[in-house]
Nanobody, 111 residues
């Protein structure tokens, strides 16, 4: 099984980024997909969840209304669209499916 995140980078405050997560080796369309993040010196925290069919989503209070989680089951890919970014969003973002984690992608928001 392989989980691979991409799309991170450096963005200014107020900007947007779209993260992607490709999963190999799992029945993608039957699994819930979750996003987490971990800022330097802090615990890893849950960010968002999308159900297997993509019809139900959930968000942490800190990102609700700014982030949108989605998926394309035909491409075994999940997405996290992030907008109105601020310094508190700076973190490594991870994708998780079943018990499998990716290595993460760094998001840095500059003032």
């Amino acid at each position: 099984v392989q989980v691979v995140e991409s799309g991170g980078g450096l963005v200014q405050t107020g900007g947007s980024l779209r993260l992607s997560c490709v999963v190999f080796g799992l029945p993608f369309s039957t699994q819930v997909l979750r996003w987490y993040r971990q800022a330097a010196g802090k615990e890893r925290e849950w960010v968002a969840t999308v159900t297997s069919a993509g019809d139900t989503t959930a968000y942490a209070d800190s990102v609700r209304g700014r982030f949108t989680v989605s998926r394309d089951n035909a491409k075994n890919t999940g997405f996290l669209q992030m907008s109105a970014l601020n310094a508190e969003d700076t973190a490594v973002y991870y994708c998780k499916m079943s018990s499998y984690w990716g290595r993460g992608t760094q998001v840095t928001v500059s003032p």
